[in-house]
């Protein structure tokens, strides 16, 4: 079964120094991975995805992440995080057989201390 | 252009009782998923709709049904409510049935008491 793993409950971050959110995947095959962010109390929006191509992939607001097939992760990152970028962070794998039925994995919080 | 709406956005019902969640699509948008998201948990899926047939149903009870419309927007339907069934129901649309990036609408908040 596809699923992913995110190890970290809570990440602090001062405002302005980079910051990372880690995310592994257990994948048969080639794997699409998402990242989506939810802010408190609102649905969830769309951050970035990997398909196939380059190992690092640009999203919106500043995100990014890494593929790294050797490690089975896919790290989000930002060069200078905001405080604004607080929030819960989801990491995500479609099933096998490509539909919508998308795994999420348990969410990082991110706090961006002033 | 509006995104994806979902009504209500916050219900209080009583165990044993039926709910109906309902879902608009984005314009153009022919894919429907539904996810519960208990509080401190990721969304699970519960059901996606292509082209107002079911493609896709997570582990959830027959107490769970959902349908699409022929204008692509969607109901959720869950019978007999348990306590457990209190959470954050999500609807997701996306441009087509395979994998590419979902749209979320803000959810409906259900509470069973």
């Known amino acids: 079964a596809q699923s992913v793993a995110q190890p970290e409950d809570q990440v602090n971050v001062a405002e302005g120094n980079p910051l990372t959110v880690k995310c592994t995947y257990s994948?048969?095959?080639?794997?699409?991975l998402f990242w989506y962010v939810q802010y408190p109390n609102r649905g969830l929006q769309f951050l970035l995805k990997?398909?196939?191509?380059?190992?690092l992939v640009k999203g919106s607001y500043g995100f990014e992440a890494e593929f790294n097939k050797s490690q089975t992760s896919f790290h989000l990152k930002k060069p200078s995080a905001l405080v604004s970028d607080s929030a819960l962070y989801f990491c995500?794998?479609?099933?096998?057989?490509?539909?919508?039925?998308?795994?999420f994995g348990i969410g990082t919080k991110l706090q961006v201390i002033p | 252009d509006a995104g994806v709406t979902q009504s209500p956005t916050h219900l209080i019902k009583t165990r044993g009782q039926h709910v109906t969640l309902r879902c608009s699509p984005i314009?153009?948008?022919?894919?429907v998923s539904w996810y519960q998201q208990v509080l401190g948990q990721g969304p699970q899926f519960i059901f996606q709709?292509?082209?107002?047939?079911?493609?896709g149903r997570g582990n959830f009870p027959d107490r769970f049904s959902a349908r699409q419309f022929p204008n692509y927007s969607s109901e959720l339907n869950v019978n007999a409510l348990l306590l457990g069934d209190s959470a954050l129901y999500l609807c997701?649309?996306?441009?087509?049935?395979?994998?590419?990036?979902?749209?979320f609408g803000q959810g409906t908040r259900l509470t069973v008491v």
């Open positions: 997701a649309s996306s441009l087509a049935g395979l994998v590419t990036e979902a749209f």
């Open positions: 994948v048969s095959g080639n794997p699409y």
């Open positions: 990997y398909i196939t191509g380059d190992n």
């Open positions: 995500a794998v479609p099933t096998a057989g490509g539909y919508q039925k998308v795994t």
């Open positions: 314009s153009g948008h022919k894919s």
């Open positions: 709709y292509y082209e107002k047939e079911e493609r």
